[in-house]
C-alpha cells in the first residue's frame, strides 16, 4: 500500500501545480485528497476560504470517470464550473434554472465520458429522471458541498438536502467526501449519519482566520457609523450584510449619496439584475454590496476588504461564515460588526414568540453564544476559536479588545444617576428618554409630562448621549435593569439587584464607554 501512495499522491501534486498553477498544497489538503483517492468516505470540515473547493476537484482529475459535485446555491455552481473551465477542466452543471434542452446538453456530455467534473442543485438528486440519467455515467467519487445543509442543527437546513443520503447505497463503490465550514460538533455527527458515511477519515482544520481583525462596534447612530466606516475603507471591497430586504436597498442607496458605488443584493431581485450585481461586484465594478444573508453563500471573490455586520447575526456560526468572506486571500481584511443590544433583545423576542420545538431551543441556544460574542470583555477570537472546540488562551492582539482593551473605572455614581432616572419615572419609559430626561434636554415630551421638575432632571448633563447610551448597556447586561418590551417599544425597568446598588451598599466597577466609532479602525493595519 505504502508504494502506491505516492505515485497517486503525486498525480494529485502534478494536478495542483498544472491545471491550478499552485505549487503546494495548503493546509489539510493532501490528506484529504489522499483519502478519496484511496477509495474513502470522508468528512472535511475546513474555514472559509481555507481552500476546500480543491480537496474534491483535484481527486475529480485523478479518478477516470465522472465526479458529482451538489452544491446548494445555482450562482456558487456557476462560478465555479466557470472557473474550472477557465483552468481547461471539463465541468458543466444542471439545474432547474436550466431549459430542457441545455439540460439534455449536458446529460449527453456526462453520458459520452467528456465531463470531469458535474455540479447538480440537490433537487436533481434521486429522482427517477437522474436515475435513468445517471445509471448511463461512470461515476467514480461524490462530493457533497455545504454539507451542513443536511442538518437542523446547522444555520442553514435545506430539506432537498436530506435525499441524499440515499447516495452512498446507489453508488457503493463511490467515495463521497462532505465538505462543510460549520464547525460544532452536533452538526458533524449530523452530517455523518445522513450521509451514511462508511469508516469516514475525518479532517477538522483551524478555524482561526488570523488575517482578519474582529471589531465590535456599539450602535449610536448606526447609518452615520457604517458611512464613516465605508469612507475610510477608501475604494476597497466589501459586504455590508443586514436582516432585512428594505433596508439593504436603504442602505445602499445612502453610500450611493456618498458617491461609493454600492449596490443591494438580496432574493427579492429579479434574476438578471442579481447576477449584474454579482458580476459587477466580482470584477471591481461595484465597491459595495449590502445583501441580506441569502447573498454570502454565492461569492467567491478572494480580495473581500472588509465585511460589515449593520444587523446581529442569529449565530456564531452564520456570523463566522460570513464574515469569513474577507481577505480569502490572506491579506489583512476587516470583520466590523455593528451592535446594538435591542438588536439581541428583538430576535429573542422573535424566537421566544415561536412555539416550542427542539428547533426553537437550537434558536436560543444559538443566539446565547453570539450574545456573549458580542457582549465579551475578553479577546473576540478566543470567544470564536473556543466556541468552535478549539482549546485557545493566547489573546489574539488582531480584534478591538486585544488592541484597545477596555479601562474600567468606578460605575457606582453613574449607575445611581440612571438607577433613580429610571424609577422616578415610573419604569415607564425607554432608553432615549431616560437618558433625555438625565441630560436635562428641553423637549416638549418632557415639558407636557413635567419630568423637568424631578430631582433627576440634568443630573447627567456632563455627559453625552452615547455615554449614558454605553453605561446603561453595560447595566442590562450585568442584570441590574431589564428592557421590557410593550406597545410603545422597550420600557427600563429595574431589577431586584438595582436596590443595593442604589443604597450604595456594593462596588460597581463599569468599562469606560468607548466613544469613538470606529476605535481601532484608525491604526494601520500590519
Ligand atoms: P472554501 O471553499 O474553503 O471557502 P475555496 O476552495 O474557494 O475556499 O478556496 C479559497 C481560495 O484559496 C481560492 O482562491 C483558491 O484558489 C485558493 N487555494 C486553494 N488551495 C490553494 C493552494 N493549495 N494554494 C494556493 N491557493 C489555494
Ligand atoms: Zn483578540
Redesign the pocket.
Known amino acids: 500500500a505504502e508504494e502506491q501512495k505516492i505515485p497517486v499522491i503525486s498525480t494529485a501534486l502534478s494536478r495542483?501545480q498544472q491545471v491550478?498553477g499552485?505549487?503546494?498544497?495548503?493546509q489539510g489538503?493532501e490528506e484529504v485528497i489522499r483519502s478519496a483517492l484511496e477509495g474513502r468516505d470522508s468528512l472535511v470540515v475546513?474555514?472559509?476560504?481555507?481552500?476546500?473547493?480543491?480537496?474534491y476537484q483535484i481527486p475529480a482529475l485523478c479518478f477516470p470517470g465522472l465526479t458529482l459535485v451538489i452544491s446548494p446555491l445555482i450562482s456558487l455552481m456557476k462560478d465555479q464550473v466557470d472557473q474550472l473551465c477557465a483552468n481547461g477542466v471539463a465541468a458543466d452543471y444542471l439545474n432547474s434554472a436550466q431549459s430542457f434542452e441545455q439540460q439534455q446538453q449536458v446529460q449527453n456530455k456526462a453520458i459520452s465520458g467528456q465531463l470531469k467534473l458535474l455540479y447538480l442543485s440537490p433537487e436533481k438528486v434521486m429522482t427517477n429522471g437522474f436515475f435513468h440519467f445517471i445509471s448511463q455515467c461512470r461515476v467514480d467519487f461524490i462530493a457533497i458541498?455545504e454539507a451542513h445543509c443536511i442538518s437542523q442543527w446547522g444555520h442553514d437546513f435545506r430539506p432537498e438536502y436530506t435525499r441524499l443520503g440515499g447516495l452512498k447505497a446507489c453508488f457503493a463503490n463511490a467515495p463521497v467526501m462532505a465538505?462543510t465550514?460549520t464547525a460544532d460538533s452536533s452538526t458533524r455527527q449530523d452530517i455523518l449519519r445522513h450521509l451514511n458515511l462508511q469508516r469516514p477519515y475525518i479532517y477538522v482544520g483551524s478555524f482561526d482566520r488570523p488575517n482578519i481583525r474582529y471589531t465590535l462596534v456599539e450602535k449610536f447612530k448606526p447609518m452615520e457609523q457604517l458611512c464613516r466606516f465605508v469612507a475610510a475603507q477608501k475604494g476597497k471591497s466589501g459586504i455590508v450584510y443586514c436582516n432585512s430586504r428594505s433596508k439593504a436597498e436603504r442602505i445602499a442607496e445612502t453610500l450611493r449619496k456618498q458617491g461609493i458605488a454600492a449596490a443591494a443584493y438580496h432574493a427579492g431581485l429579479e434574476n438578471g439584475l442579481r447576477e449584474r450585481v454579482q458580476q459587477d461586484f466580482q470584477r471591481d465594478n461595484l465597491q459595495v454590496v449590502v445583501a441580506t444573508i441569502a447573498f454570502g453563500m454565492g461569492i467567491?471573490k478572494?480580495n473581500v476588504r472588509f465585511v460589515a455586520h449593520f444587523d446581529l447575526s442569529r449565530s456564531i456560526e452564520a456570523y463566522y461564515q460570513e464574515s469569513?468572506r474577507a481577505g480569502?486571500?490572506d491579506l489583512a481584511a476587516e470583520a466590523v460588526l455593528f451592535y446594538d443590544p435591542a438588536d439581541y433583545a428583538w430576535l429573542q423576542r422573535m424566537i421566544a414568540e415561536k412555539e416550542e420545538s427542539p428547533q426553537r431551543r437550537i434558536e436560543q441556544y444559538k443566539l446565547e453564544a453570539i450574545g456573549e460574542f458580542a457582549e465579551s470583555q475578553t479577546c473576540r477570537r478566543l470567544v470564536l476559536l473556543n466556541y468552535f472546540g478549539e482549546n485557545r488562551q493566547t489573546p489574539c492582539n488582531n480584534c478591538d479588545i486585544c488592541l484597545d482593551p477596555p479601562k474600567k473605572y468606578d460605575g457606582l455614581l453613574d449607575a445611581q444617576k440612571i438607577l433613580s432616572a429610571i424609577y422616578r419615572l415610573g419604569q415607564r419609559y425607554g432608553i432615549q428618554y431616560v437618558i433625555a430626561v438625565l441630560r436635562g434636554l428641553q423637549n416638549q415630551k418632557i415639558r407636557e409630562n413635567r419630568h423637568d421638575s424631578l430631582s433627576v432632571y440634568g443630573i447627567g448633563r456632563d455627559k453625552s448621549k452615547e455615554y449614558w447610551q454605553s453605561v446603561i448597556r453595560q447595566l442590562i447586561h450585568l442584570g441590574f435593569i431589564r428592557q421590557v418590551f410593550g406597545d410603545v417599544g422597550a420600557v427600563l425597568q429595574l431589577t431586584e439587584s438595582a436596590r443595593p446598588v442604589l443604597r450604595g451598599e456594593v462596588a460597581l466597577s463599569l468599562a469606560t464607554p468607548r466613544l469613538s466609532s470606529l476605535p481601532v479602525l484608525h491604526r494601520a493595519q500590519k
Open positions: 495542483l491550478f499552485y505549487q503546494n498544497f495548503r489538503q475546513m474555514a472559509t476560504g481555507s481552500g476546500k473547493s480543491l480537496c458541498d465538505l465550514a467567491n478572494s469569513g480569502r486571500d
